[in-house]
């Protein structure tokens, strides 16, 4: 998929992102501020909060799909990752401020009872969400956009503190005050579990954390499936924004020349790189492969 394609199908997912997300903090806001409910408004802030962290996807990812340079010759794809990290720690703060206001509200006993329009607004917020994660986290994966799939998780934790708000408007109509700033404080616990988890993620991808699991198996079985490499003997994995960039080293037999050694190192590269998209690159360091002889002289 090609630089600007990818980034209209991101930019699609953020604007309706947006617009969705500023009529529902709208709608929970007007209901907080008609009932005094503090969960509604921790929820309308966080959907506000939403609409801040897309605008940071958007640039991201415009930065992003601009080609190599001099000056950065892998790309700007790590600035998906930079901009993921800029909304975990937008989200951990928003998390720490609102649990703070719920829980003066517990100690000063300042406690509302939301009306049955703020039950609507809400179960409106969860549906809402919900179809907001989905639709992001798919296209998300669909362009490997590491900052559009943080988005989507803070989509995801929006819907979850969403029925966190709920509970605690129930248990506020039936009788129990305490559980609306309660429920914020469930809210705020949502908001910095997500918010740290993208941080971590995101620091992973900054510090060009090795990739495990099927993808580095299906590089590794590309390249013992090339005739003349006897062994495969490392593979390093980092991502660099949709991309994998892939570093290994495999042994030839030691009797090549140079150039037979060169032509099959490129034909592991072409291999690797038809057999998965997402690779951008790979670099091959070819070493010679040890015969019964050789073996028998090292242990000597």
């Known amino acids: ?5 990818r980034y ?26 008609l ?29 992003s799909k601009e080609p190599p340079d001099a000056e950065h010759p892998y790309g700007h794809g790590r600035a998906e990752s930079i901009a993921a990290k800029v909304l975990a720690v937008t989200l951990v703060l928003m998390g720490l401020s609102i649990a703070g206001t719920a829980v003066q509200q517990m ?17 409106v917020s969860i549906a809402a969400k919900e179809a907001m994660y989905r639709y992001s986290i798919a296209v998300g994966k669909r362009i490997n956009s590491s900052v559009l799939i943080a988005d989507a998780m803070e989509h995801r934790s929006d819907a979850l503190s969403s ?50 699991g099927e993808l580095a198996a299906e590089v590794e079985k ?6 003349g490499v006897e062994h495969v003997d490392e593979v390093r994995i980092r991502k660099y924004g949709q991309y994998h960039f892939v570093d290994m080293k495999l042994s030839v037999d030691k ?22 998209p997402s690779v951008g690159d790979v670099f091959v360091h070819v070493d010679p492969y040890p015969d019964g002889r050789d073996l028998a002289d090292s242990d000597s």
Request: aromatic share 6%; charged share 15%.
């Open 1 to 5: 998929m090609d630089e600007n394609t």
């Open 8 to 33: 209209k199908m991101g930019r699609r997912v953020s604007w309706l992102t947006i617009i969705g997300n500023l009529m529902l903090a709208t709608g929970k806001a007007a209901a907080g501020l």
């Open 35 to 63: 009932y005094g409910s503090s969960v509604l408004m921790a929820d309308a802030v966080h959907s506000l909060s939403d609409v801040a962290t897309t605008v940071v996807v958007l640039f991201a990812m415009r930065i």
């Open 107 to 123: 100690f000063t006993a300042s406690f509302a009872v939301p009306g049955q329009l703020a039950l609507w607004v809400v179960v």
């Open 163 to 212: 029925v966190a708000a709920l509970i605690g408007i129930v248990g506020a109509r039936v009788g129990y005050p305490i559980c609306d700033p309660l429920a914020a404080v469930v809210v705020s616990i949502f908001i910095i579990k997500m918010g740290v988890g993208i941080f971590l993620e995101s620091s992973n991808e900054l510090m060009d954390a090795q990739v495990h």
């Open 222 to 227: 590309c390249a013992s499936s090339v005739p």
């Open 255 to 276: 009797d090549l020349t140079v150039w037979e050694g060169h032509d099959i190192a490129s034909q592991v590269k072409t291999k690797v790189q038809s057999a998965v």
